[in-house]
């Protein structure tokens, strides 16, 4: 382990991505005095504009606010977040519906821009002394000699560093990955969904205000696809258009992909069919009645913007003995279903920085490091994906409804043992894997609980308490 003129371990880390994750953990790692550096492949957003990739609207909840307070950033960001308190539904018939997420305005989650974001921690990892490098896309690494070699894509120059260690932070397309891949067996695999994404966007009204409720997650439910807005401080939505990649027979189809609340079935549109703006248009005059007056750019947006795709990144291994750590999507990609890919990041870039700060091994803090977040990274990604899946299954399903009314009836008779799983995952830092393990535990009881009922009121509540007192034990402070 390299030491300084004073005989202590060197403290310096490179990172590979600016990003989201890439910036905060530079930040955290700064602020406890290390010496960091990043390299990112585009250019400075704050001097040329964000150019990211996946602009889909993230939802920050407890989790990444926790992180955000740890950096110094949260009351920054908290500046440009608006509040969602839940799903409002908007059915084919025109009628909406507003589902909240919680209790009350004090469990919320907050739609934050990517792009503003990604700026704000820019701004605050290089007060905290983070060194950046921008225009150097990671290209080759010689693991055996410590050297990094980057090229600018400007102009094609090529360029190399010594790096004592390297943390990729570079998203689900890791370059880093990549050339870990050639070193070890990492156990890589993706599964992709057979949905993609397109973004879009609701401008502000004539006189700057917010065209629809601002403080909820918009949802346009119909069958097999969907459209989604949340909202941006600059009183615009970012609205994401979910359709599945090909189409289907009628008699083809399996039961619904995604949530209608209106009990609407059928073939359904794809990208494969909806492949213009016009196309675009039509489609909206059919499903999303409402939602295109609110869009005078839709033909230009949908022609314009590129359609995104949807999977889930799994590895066995995340690291390189004390040479290489990967973090965020580079790691585990997920499906956005649970709004928890960025606070899963978050949570990375805490546990991270804890854990080289704890210990001069840094083969054993990137070990602890996976074996901490590994287990929990794949209860996110299953949560994620059951959001998807049982989607399919909520339409008029009255059992599903009186589960949810009993879940929430449960939540205030036994606030210390039943907490609503996506409380838990969302207004709560209990670890991924236990919300996922006491969730499926309690979803159990649930079905028992209200099997043969067609409401609360024919409960026996001696009988239900008693089972609640008997299956769960009290939920740990998290």
């Known amino acids: 382990m390299p030491l300084d003129d004073l005989g202590r371990v060197e403290r310096r880390i490179t990172v590979i991505g600016a990003g989201l994750a890439g910036a905060l953990f530079a930040t955290l790692l700064a602020r406890r005095g290390w010496e960091v550096e990043v390299f990112e492949k585009r250019g400075d957003p704050r001097l040329r504009g964000y150019e990211g990739g996946r602009s889909i609207n993230l939802a920050l909840a407890e989790r990444g606010r926790h992180a955000l307070r740890l950096a110094g950033a949260d009351e920054a960001v908290m500046t440009q977040a608006v509040m969602m308190r839940g799903r409002m539904v908007h059915f084919s018939d025109g009628r909406t519906s507003l589902q909240r997420y919680g209790r009350d305005d004090s469990e919320v989650i907050w739609s934050v821009h990517r792009g503003e974001l990604n700026i704000v921690l820019l701004d605050i990892a290089e007060r905290a002394g983070v060194r950046f490098h921008f225009n ?16 600018d894509e400007r102009d094609g120059s090529r360029h190399q560093a010594a790096f004592e260690a390297l943390v990729g932070a570079d998203g689900a397309g890791s ?13 890589e695999r993706s599964e992709f969904l057979d949905h993609s994404y397109k973004e879009l966007e609701i ?5 700057g205000g917010f065209r629809i409720e601002p403080n909820a997650l918009h949802i346009w439910p119909r069958g097999r696809y969907m459209c989604i807005a949340l909202p941006n401080d600059e009183r615009t939505f970012t609205v994401t258009l979910f359709l599945p990649n090909n189409d289907l027979p009628n008699n083809d189809l399996p039961n619904d992909d995604l949530p209608d609340g209106d009990g609407h079935r059928g073939g359904g549109p794809s990208f494969a069919s909806v492949r ?25 947006d949908f022609q ?3 359609t ?84 399919r299954d909520r339409v008029d399903d009255d059992d599903y409804l009186l589960q949810r009314a ?61 089972r609640v007192l008997a299956c769960l034990a009290p939920l740990p402070n998290d």
């Open 136 to 151: 150097r896309g990671l290209e080759s690494v010689d693991f055996d000699a410590r050297i990094a070699r980057y090229l």
């Open 175 to 187: 370059t880093l990955r990549q050339a870990m891949a050639a070193e070890t067996a990492l156990g």
């Open 203 to 207: 401008p502000p009204a004539a006189d």
């Open 276 to 300: 213009s703006g016009a196309d675009a248009r039509a489609l909206f005059e059919r499903d999303f009645p409402d939602a295109l007056p609110l869009m005078p750019a839709l033909e230009e």
């Open 304 to 306: 314009n913007n590129p």
């Open 308 to 391: 995104g795709v949807l999977g889930t990144l799994y590895l066995d291994c995340w690291q390189l003995d004390d040479r290489a750590v990967l973090l965020g999507d580079a790691a585990h990609a997920m499906v956005p279903f649970h709004g928890q890919g960025m606070n899963c990041a978050f949570e990375d870039c805490v546990a991270l920085a804890e854990h080289l700060d704890a210990t001069a091994d840094r083969a054993a803090a990137f070990a602890a490091f996976e074996a901490e977040r590994l287990p929990n990274s794949r209860a996110i990604q299953a949560m994620a994906l059951e959001n998807y899946l049982e989607m």
């Open 406 to 466: 009993l879940e929430q009836k449960l939540a205030e008779r036994h606030p210390d043992r039943f907490m609503p799983r996506y409380s838990m995952v969302s207004f709560h830092r209990l670890p991924y894997a236990m919300a996922f393990e006491r969730g499926r535990l309690q979803r159990e009881l649930l079905v028992e609980l209200t099997r043969g009922h067609d409401s609360l009121d024919s409960l026996d509540w001696e009988t239900v308490d008693a």
